[in-house]
Nanobody
Framework: QVQLVESGGGSVQAGGSLRLSCAAS????????IGWFRQAPGKEREGVAT????????VYADFVKGRFSISQDNVKNTVYLQMNSLNPEDTGVYYC??????????????????WGQGTQVTVSS
């Protein structure tokens, strides 16, 4: 069974940085993407970035390009989201999610079949 545990959230001032971690267990040969999604109060969940487990190809939402970076440590089975130049619009709960046994198409949340519990990120102005 796949388990995803996020950590690294917190409060930061605008312009600051945070690094989120997603520790994954239960990955198998048909594990595809591990991605990050976020949900702000009163808004729908949106994709932030994802990485293909095999090969390391990355996909980013336009609104984080140049500011966020996703990476993976295959030894630790951990995916990181380095977030720089944070602004208040980045506030929300950040979720780690995984596609297994399905085609990963990037940041379409409906294709992700495993989800973590989320970690809160708050950016103050």
């Amino acid at each position: 069974q796949v388990q995803l545990v996020e950590s690294g959230g917190g409060s930061v001032q605008a312009g600051g940085s945070l690094r989120l971690s997603c520790a994954a267990s239960g990955l198998t040969y048909n594990s595809n993407c591990i991605g990050w999604f976020r949900q702000a109060p009163g808004k729908e969940r949106e994709g932030v970035a994802t990485i293909f487990v095999s090969g390391g190809r990355t996909v980013y939402a336009d609104f984080v390009k140049g500011r966020f970076s996703i990476s993976q440590d295959n030894v630790k089975n951990t995916v990181y989201l380095q977030m720089n130049s944070l602004n208040p619009e980045d506030t929300g709960v950040y979720y780690c999610a995984h596609v297994r046994g399905r085609i990963c198409t990037g940041l379409d949340s409906t294709t992700y079949n495993y989800w973590g519990q989320g970690t809160q990120v708050t950016v103050s102005s």
